[in-house]
């Protein structure tokens, strides 16, 4: 046992080496992940190389000698099989709250991190910054600091996956999935789509750059764009006519939004729904479906008329009128 | 087992009356009730179907030799891994043993003359056809592009390519996997031979019992399914895309609910072959009998509980995550005790290297990396990052191909003396057996490694960074091209030229093999009476012949 022990840390310490054997860990599960897999791996060549030799050595060692042969009789053995249904049943177990207790860590984001918001599109990947800086099959974030990514897709299913992070996420239309990492290595990785989504799936990729703070921050203010999400939201508000029944003072014929999010709200149907991305979402785009319970149910729906990236937009103003202790970018 | 002694020595079978010379001519095929032409009905339009999909896989792989792609236009290679899945899974792998070993095994091993349902046995075989024809109209009109899961909003509202026809198709034959497993079923527990008790039958009557349950609790769940597709890419009546007010991941969870239950469909027969070969070539009755068979019943029922495991990185919550995870994991513990109880069958035996065993050993090796690797797949830290990769194509080419193909044809080696009265040249058999193996292995062990360093499945062109992994796969499949060419030449030119087989060549237990070869139509001409256990080797004399 202590032998075997001994051969496994020894196979894992070659085996987390060989470049040619894992793409580069560059975030902060990466590692992580890659220990699971290598031990993963050390089990299957373990009961597979075990399982064959055995074979290997039966095969050998009762062979038929003579075309009349009957072997005798094996008793049935009742301990032997209760060894190996509970054996694997613990490997199993050990393996499953490993994995699950992992899982657990890295799908969490810390409280801090920095949104992005992604939306996937036959066959391209738009990202919008909360600073307004809009980029195309390019993502660039700052190395060491939590990232937490907003995503949704205009059309069909797609899956935003960066395997130097070790992370993936579908982007499904008509709903939010987030997906959050932190780099730790300066550089730049694939940025791969791994849903299939049509005729040009495989020519859905990108890069993802990883830059020190500093280059970050001068990334960020180069490309200055004039106005930030909030502001473009904001207008985008007005020009759709919003302000006339949302009035702020709450004296309109629509609830005032300020405050409003984050908040628990009590429907026509007498649900209480959290206030959230999704339900701003839902509340743009299928308006009665989350009538609130003291208003008449009058608003028209927005579908048509404005686009996914128009809808995180105007859910990020809608975000910077919240709770006071929210800052004007809605964080 | 105690029957009738039939004198079959001396009678050449060309003199004899057999179900293949009982009657000639086309309709005497085409009108038969005899679940051993049925079982060649099949036998002949699935393997038609293999080598189409087979085709098309060769196809894919030669184009992956370059990586901006050599051979098609991204469009037509999103075709190819469409039809090679859509025929591979629904018009080879879930009918390929059930419907051929299986029909043509399960009266014969439990002593009845037919199924309980003759009539309804050929139609099952007419519904496989007209749904094939409706998938192979789909291929010739244009092909289909939405991948074999012909997930929403792509394939409902966005392809532009033939998915009714295709779905159609699938719906279709569909029905003819439920009427085969309610046939099964009766006749499994009406049918069996006086003394020929639950725990006396070969475990492949235990498998295919176990495969038919799922048959007919699962498909018309995929049936349904693929009609709410119908309905919305013919009707726009919105159940899926969310333009019109349908969710997404609702086909998702209604297609694995089916599609994760076939992946046993596919494997639990050749699991139930195994046990016929490994007994048979090592003269040993079964190692753990009741093991063996209630963990065929263990994996029907957990399989119903897991489907959520392709869904992971949908965003479900958290919760369901951990959930369809250790279920997941209980799902590979009766495999498992399957695997130790086959090499414990072999301790001490008598173990032959016939052409059935090489491929029954060949099963072991991949389905045991097959089974493995699926654990990488239910622990959920790894799953994200394998997710969608090619890491998953290896997994389930390892159970699928690895697993079920190998027993197949293992299956069909081992029974072709019973089915054509011929013997076929053993040296080539296992030569084919070798070749398999070595192609299989160097087809699939590169894409495992692939997976890992992040390659997505599905792509028509890909970073140049993985071309040397590409290659050596599409090496590997040109080599086990070869390798399911060879049984088709050898064993097409045994029905005419192969030597005459004895009723029994292999020394097998089982009633099957106290028919002569090939069997006459009523297959017994005395009922049995069965009297001893399955694979009751150390109490009786072998006589191979």
Known sequence: MRGLLQFGSVFFSLAIQAPQLRPEAASSIAEGVDHLYFVLTFITLFFTIAIFSTIFVFMVKYRRRADNEIPVETEENLPLELAWTILPTLICAGLFLWASSLYFENSRPPSASTEIFVIGKQWMWHIQHPEGLREINELHVPVGVPVELTM????????????????????????????????????????????????????????????????????????????????????TFNKLGCASCHVSEGSGRGPSLVGLYGKEEELKTGEKRLVDEAFIRQAILNPNSVALKNYPPIMPTFRGQVDEEQVLQLMAYVKSLGSEERDSNGK | MSTATIDVHEVPTGSRVNYLNAQY??????????????????????????????????????????????????????????????????????????????????????????????????????????????????????????????????????????????????????????????????????????????????????????????????????????????????????????????????????????????????????????????????????????????????????????????????????????????????????????????????????????????????????????????????????????????FIVAHFHYIMVGGAVMAYLGGIHFWWPKITGRLYPDGWARFAALVIFVGFNLTFFPQFMLGYLGMPRRYAVYPSEFQVLNVMSSAGASILGIGYLIPLIYLIWSMRYGPTAGPNPWGAKGLEWTTPSPPPTENFEEIPVVTEEAYDYAHSTVIRG
């Open chain 1, 152 to 235: 949704t897709s205009e059309d069909v299913i797609h899956d935003f996956y960066i395997p130097a992070f070790r992370v993936k996420k579908d982007v499904v239309p008509g709903r939010y999935t987030s997906l959050w990492f932190q780099a730790t290595k300066v550089g730049t990785y694939h940025l791969f789509c791994a849903q299939y989504c049509g005729a040009d799936h495989a020519e859905m990729l990108g890069w993802v750059y990883v830059m020190s703070p500093a280059d970050y921050e001068t990334w960020l203010s180069s490309g200055t764009p004039s106005q930030t999400m909030v502001q473009i939201g904001e207008k």
């Open chain 2, 25 to 390: 001519g086309v309709k005497s095929w085409l009108l038969t009730t005899d679940h051993k032409r049925i079982a060649l009905l099949y036998l002949a339009s699935i393997t038609l179907m293999f080598f189409v999909g087979g085709f098309f896989a060769v196809l894919m792989r030669l184009h992956l030799i370059e990586p901006q792609g050599a051979l098609v236009q991204p469009e037509t290679y999103n075709k190819l891994f469409t039809m090679h899945g859509v025929i591979m899974v629904f018009f080879f792998l879930v009918p390929s043993i059930p419907a051929t070993l299986g029909n043509f095994l399960v009266p014969m091993m439990i002593g009845a003359r037919d199924l309980a349902f003759p009539k309804l046995n050929l139609l099952s075989w007419y519904i496989y056809v007209i749904g094939a024809i409706f998938t192979l109209y789909a291929v010739i009109s244009g092909g289909v592009d939405t991948g074999w899961t012909f997930y929403t909003p792509y394939s409902s509202s966005f392809s532009h390519t033939s998915v009714v026809p295709t779905a159609l198709g699938v719906f279709i034959t569909g029905f003819s996997s439920i009427l085969t497993g309610l046939n099964f079923v009766v006749t499994i527990h009406k049918m069996r031979a006086p003394g020929l008790t639950w725990f006396r039958l070969p475990l492949f009557i235990w498998a295919i019992y176990a495969t038919s349950i799922i048959f007919i609790l699962g498909t018309p769940v995929i049936a349904i399914t693929l009609f709410l597709l119908f309905l919305e890419r013919v009707l726009h009546i919105g159940i899926f895309d969310p333009a019109i007010g349908g969710d997404p991941i609702l086909f998702q969870h209604l297609f694995w609910f089916y599609s994760h239950p076939a992946v046993y469909i596919m494997i639990l027969p050749g699991m139930g072959v195994m046990s016929e070969l490994i007994t048979c070539f090592s003269r040993k009755r079964i190692f753990g009998y009741s093991f063996v068979a209630f963990s065929s019943l263990a994996i029907a029922i957990i399989s119903f509980l897991v489907w959520g495991h392709h869904m992971f990185v949908t965003g479900q919550s958290i919760y369901a995550g951990l959930i369809f995870s250790v279920l997941s994991f209980m799902v590979a513990i009766p495999s498992a005790v399957k695997v130790f109880n086959w090499t414990a069958t072999l301790y001490k035996g008598s173990i032959s290297y016939d052409a059935p065993m090489l491929y029954a050993l060949g099963f072991i090796g991949l389905f045991t990396m097959g089974g493995l690797t699926g654990l990488f797949l239910a622990s959920l830290a790894t799953d994200v990052h394998l997710n969608g990769t090619y």
